[in-house]
């Protein structure tokens, strides 16, 4: 079975500094994609960034960016400058074939101290 | 934002009475998802649909039918509820043939069995 696991339950970072949330995998397919996805209090499933696993290099959007390591399948994401608003619980999550669904992590909660 | 809206947005039932929880898009999206959200698990797919009428089995999909007659609909149906389907219900779109892979999620669900 494909697993994915998110080794931080919770992690604090004080507001302006960089964060680092990490995410492994396992799979024995070669072609993936990754996502990362923030959940504020509201519930929403928000986005943040997505990793194809045939491109080398590291998705970047704004304040956040990851690092794919696939040889290692391991897919961190790093948000730099860390805002009060960036609290949420950040779960990782892999598509193994196109219309698929996702599997994910169980996800890092997220504490932005001011 | 995607245009998804799921209905209703809380309910509380019976153990052993049916329940059906809708999810309906504006996007024209070929493909739909249901997961499940409990502590300590992260999102599970319960049900997926990649077009009228075709659908397929997610992880935990014991306990849950699904249809979808319309491409902007997409039914989840617990036939008989009980305790251990108190959760949360995310909706999920994607356009996947836009080789994005991305999936959109709707607000959200919470239903209670007691």
């Known amino acids: 079975a494909q697993t994915v696991t998110q080794s931080q339950p919770e992690m604090s970072v004080q507001e302006a500094e960089t964060v680092t949330l990490s995410c492994t995998y396992d799979?024995?397919?070669?072609?993936?994609?990754l996502f990362w996805y923030k959940q504020p209090p509201s519930r929403q499933m928000i986005l943040v960034i997505r990793?194809?696993?045939?491109?080398?290099q590291n998705a970047t959007e704004n304040r956040f960016s990851v690092n794919f390591q696939k040889a290692a399948k391991s897919f961190s994401l790093k948000i730099s400058d860390s805002q009060l608003g960036d609290a949420a619980m950040y779960f990782c999550?892999?598509?193994?074939?196109?219309?698929?669904?996702?599997?994910f992590g169980k996800g890092t909660h997220l504490i932005i101290q001011p | 934002d995607a245009g998804i809206t799921q209905s209703p947005r809380h309910k509380v039932t019976e153990t052993g009475t049916p329940v059906t929880l809708r999810c309906h898009q504006t996007?024209?999206?070929?493909?739909m998802y249901w997961y499940r959200q409990d502590p300590g698990h992260g999102l599970r797919l319960i049900h997926y649909?990649?077009?009228?009428?075709?659908?397929d089995k997610g992880e935990v999909s014991d306990g849950y039918s699904v249809s979808r007659s319309k491409t902007e609909d997409f039914l989840l149906t617990l036939e008989s509820a009980t305790s251990s389907q108190t959760s949360v219900y995310f909706c999920?779109?994607?356009?996947?043939?836009?080789?994005?892979?991305?999936?959109?999620f709707g607000p959200g669900t919470r239903l209670t069995v007691t």
């Open positions: 999550a892999i598509l193994f074939r196109a219309g698929g669904g996702l599997t």
């Open positions: 649909s990649y077009g009228v009428k075709d659908t």
């Open positions: 999920a779109i994607s356009d996947q043939d836009r080789a994005s892979y991305e999936q959109y």
């Open positions: 799979t024995s397919e070669s072609d993936y994609y």
């Open positions: 996007e024209n999206h070929r493909y």
């Open positions: 990793q194809e696993a045939y491109k080398q």
